[in-house]
T-cell receptor, first 112, second 112 residues
């Protein structure tokens, strides 16, 4: 079983739709969770960082963590064509070494 | 907004040659990292660096790789004798507290 699993998609939605992106993980040591957005041939851009189970909202983005199920989600409301990118989940264990384990990334296309 | 800057953006090198990739982390950050992404694959952790020493390194980071913080602003990754399989996008990243990690735009290395 892979440490972090993420459906690569592609996921295609119409403009204005609510998008749900998900990752599952197997390592109980993971304590902090991040979502990054990556445009083609660019660096990952940090969108959301969460440490505990529950929801965290920032503008149109909501990150959700369920540690009991080892499942994290990113919701994008009122999706825009500019949201078209690859979304990467990443997670790390406590200890502050900064070693993140990334998912494969889900490619999202928002059609006008 | 502060950002991690990387040079060069693209480098082509012959197999067996030494390569140095350079990074300027965000100025008040104390933790520095290198990650890489082979085309079409996951972002992978290489090494973390704090207080002038390596905190953690992955299996990929063998004796051919080294990192250095030669002055108060730069952070470098050296590959001593490049192999074809070293062709990848190399990302420098930094963080203030070890968890919220910001990435640069990457240096694309092509080994021929």
């Amino acid at each position: 079983q892979k440490e972090v699993e993420q459906d690569p998609g592609p996921l295609s939605v119409p403009e204005g739709a609510i998008v749900s992106l998900n990752c599952t993980y197997s390592n109980s040591a993971f304590q902090y969770f991040m979502w990054y957005r990556q445009y083609s041939r660019k660096g990952p851009e940090l969108l959301m960082y969460t440490y505990s189970s529950g929801n965290k909202e920032d503008g149109r983005f909501t990150a959700q963590v369920d540690k009991s199920s080892k499942y994290i989600s990113l919701f994008i409301r009122d999706s825009q064509p500019s949201d078209s990118a690859t979304y990467l989940c990443a997670m790390g264990a406590s200890g502050n070494t900064g070693k993140l384990i990334f998912g494969q990334g889900t490619t999202l296309q928002v059609k006008p | 907004e502060p950002e991690v800057t990387q040079t060069p953006s693209h480098q082509v090198t012959q197999m067996g040659q030494e390569v140095i990739l350079r990074c300027v982390p965000i100025s008040n950050h104390l933790y520095f990292y290198w990650y890489r992404q082979i085309l079409g694959q996951k972002v992978e952790f290489l090494v973390s660096f704090y207080n002038n020493e390596i905190s953690e390194k992955s299996e990929i980071f063998d004796d051919q790789f080294s990192v250095e913080r030669p002055d108060g602003s730069n952070f470098t990754l050296k590959i001593r004798s490049t192999k074809l399989e070293d062709s990848a996008m190399y990302f420098c990243a930094s963080s203030a507290a070890g968890n919220t990690i910001y990435f640069g735009e990457g240096s694309w290395l092509t080994v021929v």
